[in-house]
């Protein structure tokens, strides 16, 4: 049996033919075996194309300034994978989560059931519940991975289910276009409870499925409301507001615009709870919430370096509204190296306004999403990014854009999480 974290990370990542294999059969029937119940008292899971992470940081952080016991379930991780569970303000850590994957590794194989096949967000899904069913928490917050209806996450009867944002991304397993996408991820919400919605204009089969099975739909811009507070000494302030209720709060330390949406709809989430949160601790919690590859900034021998996560065009379309809002005085310098799943010349488009010159770079990450920089060169062939500068890696293009950057310029790094992650393992180096 694998021995250290690395050790089963590489053994449940061979234990399934495919990466992805939505339903929950198997991961159901591994979770009866390990009587697997509820992880907390409170229970809110959270869907969404973009902005699921940023929302769970939002309500950990709030929640926890109430003094309340969390536990946070996220995917995928950037730099370790103890990021992806977090009990009471911490990762776990090595240890837990080899004892977490020994205990799902005796009952997916257990000698008198048979033997169940578990992909590896399957194996860790359950992994991370057996940790916080042991955790003793107030309030679970889980990010589902894919979709809804049929992720691992989705084995848990949530009290609070958010759907963040809806847009095209993953179409191979969800589809074609908002409605079917919205239709797969509304079914995290359960009969009779709240399912809060963090955009305007969410799709209708989301609000028909709501219909469908009674639970409140609890909607941005129709329910609850996020307001700029006016006046040059506003400092970012805001407004949120429901009917019958309102409170001024801080602008989010997270630096996209579209944060403050974010941190409204964990706002609202927490409030469909039945549980007390002080006054005090709604700004705290806003303030206080963090999450690297969003928009970070860091510093490069003297030029800024933005680093975000964002890979389908919904996120390239608010990264280019930002850039927008914060200008440079000199250029934007773009790297991209996104995985052969997505849209690159929509990621591109998105950003044209906004980017002077662009830097492509490969990804290998081991499997059938790898993209070689000569591959994503030839899908961009006819978008702005044509004449791209190639490099193998991320690191190699982090470095040639630093060589020809000036001091006026910034460095946008952007297109998956394995992007940033190479890109911080280089920037925490010192280059």
């Known amino acids: 049996m694998p021995r250290s974290l690395a050790d089963w990370l590489d053994y449940i990542g061979r234990q399934h033919p495919v990466a992805i294999d939505m339903g929950l059969a198997r991961v159901g029937e591994v979770a009866r075996r390990m009587a697997l119940a509820r992880p907390a008292r409170h229970l809110i899971s959270v869907a969404g194309t973009n902005g699921k992470g940023s929302t769970v940081a939002f309500i950990e952080a709030i929640a926890t300034a109430a003094n309340l016991r969390v536990g946070t379930y996220t995917s995928p991780h950037l730099l370790r994978y103890n990021e992806r569970v977090r009990i009471g303000g911490r990762e776990a850590s090595d240890t837990e989560l080899v004892e977490a994957f020994s205990a799902v590794e005796a009952a997916r194989t257990e000698p008198s059931a048979g033997t169940i096949a578990l992909t590896y967000f399957e194996f860790g899904t359950l992994a991370a519940l057996w940790l916080l069913q042991r955790a003793d928490l107030d309030l679970a917050v889980l990010e589902v991975g894919l979709g809804g209806r049929l992720d691992a996450v989705n084995l848990v009867d949530a009290d609070v289910a958010v759907i963040t944002t809806v847009d095209i991304d993953h179409v191979e397993w969800l589809g074609p276009d908002r409605e079917s996408i919205g239709a797969e991820k509304a079914g995290i919400a359960r009969a009779w409870k709240p399912l809060v919605l963090g955009e305007v204009d969410s799709p209708a089969s989301v609000l028909r499925h709501a219909y469908a099975i009674g639970a409140n739909a609890i909607r941005l811009g129709s329910d609850f409301f996020h307001e700029s507070v006016d006046g040059p000494a506003s400092d970012g302030r805001w407004r949120w507001r429901e009917p019958g209720f309102e409170m001024e709060l801080p602008a989010p330390s997270l630096a996209a615009t579209v944060q403050r949406a974010n941190a409204a709809t964990a706002i609202a989430a927490l409030r469909a709870l039945p549980i007390e949160i002080q006054s005090d601790a709604w700004a705290a919690g806003v303030a206080a919430a963090y999450l690297p590859g969003r928009l970070q900034q860091l510093d490069m021998d003297g030029v800024p370096v933005l680093l975000d996560v964002g890979h389908n065009p919904q996120a390239a379309r608010e990264l280019c509204r930002f850039l927008g809002k914060h200008p440079v005085q000199g250029q934007t310098l773009a790297i991209l190296a996104a995985l ?90 010192g280059h």
């Not at 044209?352 to 961009?380: H, K, N, P, T, Y």
């Not at 490099?391 to 297109?415: E, S, W």
């Open 340 to 429: 052969a799943d997505k849209d690159a010349a929509e990621l591109v488009q998105a950003l044209s306004a906004a980017v002077s010159r662009w830097f492509l770079a490969g990804l290998s990450i081991g499997g059938s999403r790898d993209q070689a920089v000569e591959m994503l060169a030839a899908r961009l062939a006819h978008t702005p990014a044509a004449d791209a500068e190639r490099h193998v890696t991320v690191v190699q293009a982090l470095q040639a854009a630093r060589a020809r950057a000036r001091p006026q310029d910034r460095i946008l790094v952007f297109g998956s999480f394995h992007t940033v992650a190479e890109a911080l393992v280089l920037l925490h180096s």
